[in-house]
T-cell receptor, first 115, second 109 residues
């Protein structure tokens, strides 16, 4: 149980284009979903927290207009990287929690490369 | 930002050896989690601890939540090659995870 999927697993895009990453909880309803970014050899950095049907809460320093988050249902959240630049290249990971303030289950991650 | 103190940073061990790593914090957490991450993958939840003093096992893994709620250890018994990866501790602060820096486990051939 508690499986989270992410799609795509890898994406290469050109600078200036937008990329959408999907995160799905497959066998549970997620009250809250989270988006992280991970740099090499570092732990995960929280970008934003989203609850179904409401606006995401972004961490300090994360541009909300650049990283658009939509949490349309209890099993799906999307992260759209708009007008991507090479410095946005990173490993993006989502997580989902089946209960408020509960443990988080992570997706397999998406490797974004912006050329 | 806030981070848990996790040690050791890395471990080189022989197959079959037992492994121990720990995390400490200056803050109290109500929930403590241990994750394992392999290259190019998301973290996988290994053990969740909810009660002070709680000792929980998951196969060859055993973790304990410190009585003060400020520390935890993770033990792996009789390590095997597939145990390699980075192990992260995380404290749950309301809905946010506060992470340790990770312990990289390397098994010597």
């Amino acid at each position: 149980g508690a499986v989270v999927s992410q799609h795509p697993s890898r994406v290469i895009c050109k600078s200036g284009t937008s990329v959408k990453i999907e995160c799905r909880s497959l066998d549970f309803q997620a009250t809250t979903m989270f988006w992280y970014r991970q740099f090499p050899k570092q732990s995960l950095m929280l970008m934003a927290t989203s609850n179904e049907g409401s606006k995401a809460t972004y961490e300090q320093g994360v541009e909300k207009d650049k990283f658009l988050i939509n949490h349309a249902s209890l099993t799906l959240s999307t992260l759209t990287v708009t007008s991507a630049h090479p410095e946005d290249s990173s490993f993006y990971i989502c997580s989902a929690s089946p209960k408020l303030m509960g443990e988080q289950y992570f997706g397999p991650g998406t490797r974004l490369t912006v050329t | 930002g806030q981070q848990l103190n996790q040690s050791p940073q890395s471990m080189f061990i022989q197959e079959g050896e037992d492994v121990s790593m720990n995390c400490t914090s200056s803050s109290i957490f109500n929930t403590w989690l241990w994750y394992k991450q392999e290259p190019g993958e998301g973290p996988v939840l290994l053990i969740a601890l909810y009660k002070a003093g709680e000792l929980t096992s998951n196969g060859r893994l055993t973790a304990q939540f410190g009585i003060t709620r400020k520390d935890s250890f993770l033990n792996i018994s009789a390590s095997i090659p597939s145990d390699v990866g980075i192990y992260f501790c995380a404290g749950l602060d309301n809905y946010q995870l506060i992470w340790g820096a990770g312990t990289k486990l390397i098994i010597k051939p």
